[in-house]
């Protein structure tokens, strides 16, 4: 899954890994895990190796946290592979899943990862999945995946903060992912505007014209 490249920007990214880099957890799912192995996703489980962003892994370091988050993995099929360097390195990989999931991938991931968390009967939920995730310790939650996984912890009002981006650029044509998608969510999640910072300088015009296209960060508090 990839933000379309007509709207992604350097400036939107950075923001992205200063929000991930205070994480103790980034919630990711099999889906993503899978768009990676094929390479078709973007990078988001070693950003601070980059030079650019060498400055958000000093930061963590200076405070005494791991060099990366925690990952959290929320599938139903559990139909992916871990990459290997992920648990070489020592960060801790947690698997989040059902009760119906197939039970010898249920057993591959247990040997691969020793993290499995049954939350669900036969849907994973968001609610067992964040109580979970806090029995581990985990306190600071970065949800960095897709809108199915989005519209589970919404179902159960887990999600307590939304950051947002929006590009002052029309795309049309076919539908990208959403930021929600499964059934009409009720009631409706009603959340409050925090704060709205207009950044002017994202990236050039189409028409190659001397003022930029805009875009605002907007982050909404439940």
Known sequence: M????ATANDRDWRLFQELAVQADVIISSGRYLRDYAEGK????????DEPRFADLGQWRARRGLPAYPDLAIVSGSLDFSIPPFLTQSGRKVVVITHGAADASRRRRLEQETEHVIVAGEKDVSG???IDALGGYGYRTIYMATGPQVHHLLLVDNMIDRLYTTVVHRLLGGQPFSSL?????????VDMHLNSVYFDPHAFERIDHATDRVGQQFICYER
């Open 2 to 5: 990839m933000v379309p490249k």
């Open 41 to 48: 996703a973007q990078e988001i489980l070693r950003i601070y």
């Open 127 to 129: 609610r067992q999945a």
């Open 180 to 188: 929600v998608e499964g059934e009409l969510l009720s009631p409706p």
